[in-house]
């Protein structure tokens, strides 16, 4: 059974910054691309960054100049860079990858 796992979440003020990694070693993880969604309570789940096989990144209005989407394809690790998180980004960080679902990881945004 192919298992992601996703680590970097918590707690942290407004204004501050988290990395989210989400590890995959059994994942043929170079030819695919790659995103993170994430859901908040009462809110559907929305894909937040995405990057192609080629490097190419894409992101949700919300987050643009703040997140960076990044992957190391050695290693096999899909990251985000999160920086001036607001309390609006509090919520269940998910990686999707190969049609597969990491286990998701609470980040909160909060005084």
């Known amino acids: 059974q192919v298992q992601i796992v996703e680590a970097g979440g918590g707690l942290v003020q407004p204004g501050g910054s988290l990395r989210l990694s989400c590890a995959a070693p059994?994942?043929?993880?170079?030819?695919?691309?790659l995103e993170w969604f994430r859901q908040s309570p009462g809110r559907q789940r929305e894909r937040v960054a995405a990057i192609s096989s080629f490097g190419t990144a894409t992101y949700a209005e919300s987050v643009k100049g703040r997140f960076t989407i990044s992957r190391d394809n050695a290693n096999k690790t899909l990251y985000l860079q999160m920086n001036s998180l607001e309390p609006d980004d509090t919520a269940v960080y998910y990686c999707?990858?190969?049609?597969?679902w990491g286990q998701g990881i609470q980040v909160t945004v909060s005084s």
């Open positions: 999707f990858m190969t049609g597969i």
């Open positions: 059994g994942v043929r993880f170079s030819f695919y691309t």
